[in-house]
T-cell receptor, first 115, second 111 residues
Framework: GAGVSQSPRYKVAKRGQDVALRCDPI?????LFWYQQALGQGPEFLTY????????KSGLPSDRFFAERPEGSVSTLKIQRTQQEDSAVYLC?????????????FGNGTRLTVT | DAKTTQPPSMDCAEGRAANLPCNHS???????VYWYRQIHSQGPQYIIH???NNETNEMASLIITEDRKSSTLILPHATLRDTAVYYC????????????FGKGTMLLVSP
């Protein structure tokens, strides 16, 4: 079946521009996660949704970062007034959620380069 | 979440078994051990997870020590396509809990 899909695959933005990154999770997956991965590092948690509710946004690095999942399916990560330090790969993952210990399934990410 | 310790890099000859160790001495009784790998330019790929018992699937085997303080991921017949960074992660039991990635082990499989 289809996995987690992210678009665009690559994004180049000039410093100060706003960007929007899209995630299509696996159908029926309740939980959705966003991660940021800097070059040579492991992914770092940004935020978590259960259906449409954003239950944890403790990893968002600043108030320029905003995520939404209005209908409990597709999610968008928005970064306002991009800075060079925002350059990274942004990964989305989804899981069944619930009480079972269901694994997270990741997309291939969006590589953001801020010039 | 408990922290994990992995060697930064390992080498393996193609066709041989790759045994990747992980220490998680502060793991709690209800936390799971998860393994993911990340091939260059791709997202992390789920491999396997377990609680107490050894687990096996089509990709790998997971051996967890009786005291649960360490585990080993076994790739029985490594191929060049298994070259990747392997992450060992301890995760709280809820399906809503996130994953905390460390630096992982860079496994290089050579011909």
């Amino acid at each position: 079946g289809a996995g987690v899909s992210q678009s665009p695959r690559y994004k180049v933005a000039k410093r100060g521009q706003d960007v929007a990154l899209r995630c299509d999770p696996i159908s029926g997956h309740v939980s959705l996660f966003w991660y940021q991965q800097a070059l040579g590092q492991g992914p770092e948690f940004l935020t978590y949704f259960q259906n449409e509710a954003q239950l944890d946004k403790s990893g968002l690095p600043s108030d320029r970062f905003f995520a939404e999942r209005p209908e409990g399916s597709v999610s968008t990560l928005k970064i306002q007034r991009t800075q060079q330090e925002d350059s990274a790969v942004y990964l989305c993952a989804s899981s069944l959620g619930g009480r079972n210990n269901s694994p997270l399934h990741f997309g291939n990410g969006t590589r953001l380069t801020v010039t | 979440d408990a922290k994990t310790t992995q060697p930064p890099s390992m080498d393996c000859a193609e066709g041989r078994a790759a045994n990747l160790p992980c220490n998680h001495s502060t793991i709690s009784g209800n936390e799971y051990v998860y393994w993911y790998r990340q091939i260059h330019s791709q997202g992390p790929q789920y491999i396997i997870h377990g609680l107490k018992n050894n687990e096996t699937n089509e990709m790998a085997s997971l051996i967890i020590t009786e005291d649960r303080k360490s585990s080993t991921l076994i790739l029985p017949h490594a191929t060049l396509r298994d070259t990747a960074v392997y992450y060992c992660i301890v995760r709280a039991p809820s399906g809503y809990s996130t994953l905390t990635f460390g630096k992982g082990t860079m496994l290089l499989v050579s011909p």
